[in-house]
Nanobody, 121 residues
Framework: QVRFVESGGGLVQAGGSLRLSCAASGSTSRINTMGWYRQVPGKPRELVAAISRRGSTNYADSVKGRFTISGDNAKDIMYLQMNSLKPEDTDVYYC???????????????WGPGTQVTVSS
């Protein structure tokens, strides 16, 4: 089992930046890919970005060109650099391990508490 603690969220004005961190612990040696998610009220969690140990990345169309996902394997920490933030980016952000199936990324570990990102107009 892999456990996560997300941090780095906060209140920022539109156009500003935030850097989220995800600290993983437990059976981290089995991790092949990880991703950042956000949950819109009334809808399932949305994959924001994903990264593999080999460095391959995927981004949701809504954040492409604005967000950058990265990781430090030695420290078991994943980051999400968020630039040019928009009010619609407001949400609780989570991290998790996952697997790709038919073009969809499915989370496979328990969710952490998440970190709140609020973007004002």
């Amino acid at each position: 089992q892999v456990r996560f603690v997300e941090s780095g969220g906060g209140l920022v004005q539109a156009g500003g930046s935030l850097r989220l961190s995800c600290a993983a612990s437990g059976s981290t040696s089995r991790i092949n890919t990880m991703g950042w998610y956000r949950q819109v009220p009334g809808k399932p969690r949305e994959l924001v970005a994903a990264i593999s140990r080999r460095g391959s990345t995927n981004y949701a169309d809504s954040v492409k060109g604005r967000f950058t996902i990265s990781g430090d394997n030695a420290k078991d920490i994943m980051y999400l650099q968020m630039n040019s933030l928009k009010p619609e980016d407001t949400d609780v952000y989570y991290c998790n391990t996952g697997e790709w199936y038919s073009g969809t990324y499915y989370p496979i570990d328990y969710w952490g508490p998440g970190t709140q990102v609020t973007v004002s107009s």
